[in-house]
């Protein structure tokens, strides 16, 4: 192979390296609500790939709509949501929008699979269930 087709040959090998080496991952957006219509503002929705230990994460919006930060490689995720927090740390935390089984991928029941690129999820959550025996 004569030097200028090696040099091409390179020139394509690194570029097509380069053209799949991208971040790899896949914006995800969507909308989340509480039964009844309320929205989770300043929550935050996990997309977790629990076998990859890999994943994302995004605010909620006073809309309910959602943007995950970086977004994620496709694959099938759990889900879960936090609330959001006390503005101060001296304030008490505000309580759960949202049922307290969707802070734990274990029990959220929900599982997406991120197929392709700007791929939306919209969620509607339950409400808070009633104060456990005791409290």
């Known amino acids: 192979m004569n030097p200028f087709h ?9 570029l097509a390296t380069l053209a799949g080496c991208g971040s790899g ?3 995800i957006s969507g909308k989340v609500t509480i039964k009844g219509g309320a929205s989770p503002e300043g929550s935050s929705v996990s997309f977790n790939d629990m076998e990859k230990q890999i994943g994302d994460s995004g605010r909620v919006k006073a809309d309910g709509t959602y943007t995950l930060d970086k977004g994620v490689p496709p694959g099938k995720y759990k889900i879960t949501f936090f609330p959001p927090s006390a503005k101060d740390s001296s304030q008490p ?3 759960s929008p949202f049922d307290t089984k969707y802070q734990n991928p274990k029990t959220s029941g929900l599982e997406r699979e ?3 690129s700007g791929d939306k999820f919209d969620f509607e959550l339950d409400p808070p269930g009633p104060p456990a025996a005791g409290s």
Do not use: D, G, I, W
């Open 114 to 116: 991120v197929k392709a």
């Open 6 to 14: 090696l040099r091409l040959v390179v020139a394509v090998m690194v």
């Open 25 to 27: 991952t896949l914006p």
């Open 93 to 95: 935390q505000p309580p």
